[in-house]
C-alpha cells in the first residue's frame, strides 16, 4: 500500500510540475489584461472606471457606456521644453480627482490601436507603484465584437479624491542620464519605432533629428499585435517566437525606446508581463528627449523626411 501513495505523490507531483510549465499558455491570464467578456461581467460596478484612452474627436462619436475620456497630453508634464515626459505625481492625482477616480478604484483602460496607448498609462502608474489597473485586450473593437454596449453620450463627472502613494517604483524606468552611461556599459538598447524612423529616414513632430540612439536593435512594437485585423495581443508562442529572434535572454538588461515613450511602454508591457523578462527599463524621453540635446551621440543611415 505505501507504495502505491508514494507512486501517486510523485505522479501529483509530476502533474503539478507539468501544469506549472504551461502557466501563461495565453496572454489573457496576465493580471494587467482583462477580456472583453470578463469586463461585461463586472462593466456596472461602483467601483470600476473605465478610460476611453484615444483623441476625444473619436470619444465623442462612439465609445464604452460610462467611458470617461483621456489623452497623452493629459499625462504629459508640460514643464519641459520638449514633449513626451510623463505627468508629475500632483498632475495624476489631479486628473483623476477631476474625472471622479477614486484611490480604491480598480481601472479598465482600453484604445482602438492595439493597447499601444492603454499600456503607456500602465506604465506611468506602475512607476507611482499604483497596480489596480487593467487593460481591455483588442481594445473598442473587441468590445463591440462581443455585444458590449457603445453610445455617444458623455458622462457627467462628479470630483472625487485620488491619491498615490509616496513610493516612485523605478523597476521598469531609466533615465536620460542612465541610458548615456549604458552605452558605455554595452547594455542591450531595443528601438520600437518602424524601420523608417530607425534608419533615420523619417522624423516625426516633436523630435529635433532624424536618427537612433547608438548601438540599438530594431523591433516595431507593432509586430507584437494583429496589427492588420483584430489588433488583439498574439499568443504568447507567437510572442516568444518573435522576441527570440533578437538573441536576448530573459535575464540580459534591456532598455527600450520609441519616439516619446509610448510604443516602448508597449513593448515593455508585453516583455515583463507576457514573456517574463526580467530587467526591462522604458526611456520616458526617448527619441524626442535625446534628439533634443546636441551633444548626444546618434547614428542614422539615410537622408531625413519631416513626416508629422
Given at each position: 500500500m505505501n507504495w502505491r501513495i508514494s507512486f501517486i505523490g510523485i505522479a501529483l507531483f509530476l502533474l503539478s510540475c507539468q501544469q506549472e510549465k504551461t502557466v501563461k499558455n495565453d496572454v489573457s491570464e496576465t493580471i494587467y489584461l482583462i477580456e472583453p467578456l470578463d469586463l461585461l461581467n463586472i462593466v456596472n460596478d461602483h467601483n470600476i472606471k473605465i478610460l476611453d484612452f484615444r483623441k476625444k474627436e473619436f470619444y465623442v462619436k462612439e465609445h464604452i457606456v460610462g467611458a470617461i475620456n483621456i489623452w497623452r497630453t493629459d499625462i504629459e508634464d508640460k514643464l519641459f521644453l520638449y514633449s513626451g515626459v510623463m505627468a508629475s505625481k500632483t498632475q495624476i492625482e489631479t486628473l483623476f480627482g477631476k474625472?471622479?477616480?477614486k484611490t480604491n478604484d480598480t481601472i479598465i483602460v482600453y484604445d482602438d490601436n492595439g493597447l499601444c496607448e492603454a499600456t503607456r498609462l500602465w506604465w506611468i502608474l506602475q512607476y507611482y507603484d499604483f497596480k489596480?489597473?487593467?487593460?481591455l485586450n483588442?481594445?473598442?473593437?473587441?468590445w463591440k465584437a462581443n455585444n458590449g454596449q457603445v453610445t455617444s453620450e458623455i458622462s457627467e463627472l462628479s470630483e472625487s479624491v485620488f491619491k498615490l502613494s509616496n513610493n516612485t517604483m523605478k523597476q521598469y524606468y531609466i533615465s536620460k542620464e542612465e541610458?548615456?552611461?549604458?552605452?558605455?556599459?554595452n547594455m542591450i538598447i531595443l528601438d520600437t519605432r518602424t524601420a523608417d524612423e530607425f534608419s533615420g529616414r523619417r522624423q516625426k513632430k516633436g523630435a529635433s533629428k532624424g536618427g537612433r540612439i547608438p548601438n540599438s536593435i530594431h523591433i516595431d512594437w507593432a509586430k507584437a499585435i494583429n496589427y492588420d485585423s483584430d489588433k488583439r495581443l498574439k499568443s504568447v508562442k507567437d510572442l516568444d517566437s518573435i522576441y527570440n529572434t533578437l538573441n536576448i535572454k530573459k535575464n540580459d538588461s534591456l532598455i527600450v525606446y520609441c519616439?516619446?515613450?509610448?510604443?516602448?511602454a508597449h513593448t515593455t508591457f508585453v516583455l515583463t508581463q507576457i514573456l517574463g523578462y526580467k530587467n526591462v527599463r522604458n526611456y520616458d524621453?526617448?527619441?524626442?528627449?535625446?534628439?533634443?540635446?546636441n551633444d548626444l551621440p546618434f547614428k542614422k543611415d539615410s537622408i531625413t523626411k519631416n513626416i508629422n
Amino acid at each position: 500500500m505505501n507504495w502505491r501513495i508514494s507512486f501517486i505523490g510523485i505522479a501529483l507531483f509530476l502533474l503539478s510540475c507539468q501544469q506549472e510549465k504551461t502557466v501563461k499558455n495565453d496572454v489573457s491570464e496576465t493580471i494587467y489584461l482583462i477580456e472583453p467578456l470578463d469586463l461585461l461581467n463586472i462593466v456596472n460596478d461602483h467601483n470600476i472606471k473605465i478610460l476611453d484612452f484615444r483623441k476625444k474627436e473619436f470619444y465623442v462619436k462612439e465609445h464604452i457606456v460610462g467611458a470617461i475620456n483621456i489623452w497623452r497630453t493629459d499625462i504629459e508634464d508640460k514643464l519641459f521644453l520638449y514633449s513626451g515626459v510623463m505627468a508629475s505625481k500632483t498632475q495624476i492625482e489631479t486628473l483623476f480627482g477631476k474625472l471622479g477616480i477614486k484611490t480604491n478604484d480598480t481601472i479598465i483602460v482600453y484604445d482602438d490601436n492595439g493597447l499601444c496607448e492603454a499600456t503607456r498609462l500602465w506604465w506611468i502608474l506602475q512607476y507611482y507603484d499604483f497596480k489596480n489597473i487593467k487593460l481591455l485586450n483588442g481594445g473598442l473593437p473587441e468590445w463591440k465584437a462581443n455585444n458590449g454596449q457603445v453610445t455617444s453620450e458623455i458622462s457627467e463627472l462628479s470630483e472625487s479624491v485620488f491619491k498615490l502613494s509616496n513610493n516612485t517604483m523605478k523597476q521598469y524606468y531609466i533615465s536620460k542620464e542612465e541610458v548615456e552611461e549604458a552605452l558605455y556599459r554595452n547594455m542591450i538598447i531595443l528601438d520600437t519605432r518602424t524601420a523608417d524612423e530607425f534608419s533615420g529616414r523619417r522624423q516625426k513632430k516633436g523630435a529635433s533629428k532624424g536618427g537612433r540612439i547608438p548601438n540599438s536593435i530594431h523591433i516595431d512594437w507593432a509586430k507584437a499585435i494583429n496589427y492588420d485585423s483584430d489588433k488583439r495581443l498574439k499568443s504568447v508562442k507567437d510572442l516568444d517566437s518573435i522576441y527570440n529572434t533578437l538573441n536576448i535572454k530573459k535575464n540580459d538588461s534591456l532598455i527600450v525606446y520609441c519616439h516619446s515613450g509610448v510604443r516602448s511602454a508597449h513593448t515593455t508591457f508585453v516583455l515583463t508581463q507576457i514573456l517574463g523578462y526580467k530587467n526591462v527599463r522604458n526611456y520616458d524621453g526617448s527619441w524626442i528627449e535625446w534628439s533634443y540635446f546636441n551633444d548626444l551621440p546618434f547614428k542614422k543611415d539615410s537622408i531625413t523626411k519631416n513626416i508629422n
